[in-house]
């Protein structure tokens, strides 16, 4: 039997997932407006890996024998001071994402539905990796700077961690 608290998390998992998408892609289009290119192929891919992630949740939750809700589109912020801004946001939000797993795994358990723990899992080591890019892109920003040929330099970053992850994850 689907636990009812459990499809209820599940479904603001779907809305959590759903939201890291449209702020990602607000992200890009912000980066694609200041010319940082590599910076806007990294967040329209990232975009794109949240949308992945928000669909596989939905459809386990109608698997399940639950109900998949949409959830409403709430603005984004669009605008941001700089590039540095936008990273320590991504990493504020991909924080918010795994205590939201967390707690997802906590109520399997509780539950004991051990089959959806098992689904969890994913989601576990997915925000533990995301988690630590951001954090690494963050330092690679102190370390570089972002005076002068600063900024060029981790856009260039950025764009050869865009085409690691549209390899490594199949994205269009
Ligand atoms: Fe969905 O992986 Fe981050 O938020």
Redesign the pocket.
């Known amino acids: 039997m689907f636990s009812s608290k459990l499809e209820e998390q599940l479904n603001h998992q779907v809305s959590?997932?759903s939201k890291?998408?449209a702020l990602y892609l607000s992200m890009a289009s912000w980066c694609e407006k200041k010319r940082l290119n590599g910076a806007a192929s990294f967040y329209y891919a990232?975009s794109d890996?949240?949308r992945?992630?928000?669909l596989k949740v939905f459809k386990y939750i109608n698997e399940m024998g639950g109900h998949a809700k949409v959830p409403s589109v709430n603005p984004v912020e669009a605008e941001f001071s700089s590039i540095k801004e936008v990273v320590e946001r991504s990493l504020e939000?991909?924080k918010?994402?795994?205590s939201s797993v967390h707690h997802l795994c906590e109520l399997a358990r509780e539950v004991q539905d051990f089959g959806t723990l098992n689904f969890l899992q994913f989601?576990v080591v997915?925000?533990r990796e995301?988690e630590v890019l951001f954090g690494n892109i963050l330092d690679r920003i102190e370390l570089i700077g972002m005076e002068g040929q600063g900024l060029y330099y981790i856009d260039k970053e950025l764009e050869a961690l865009a085409k690691q992850k549209i390899k490594t994850e199949g994205l269009a």
């Open positions: 959590l997932e890291a998408s990232q890996e949240e992945q992630h928000m939000s991909e918010t994402v795994t989601y997915e925000q995301e």
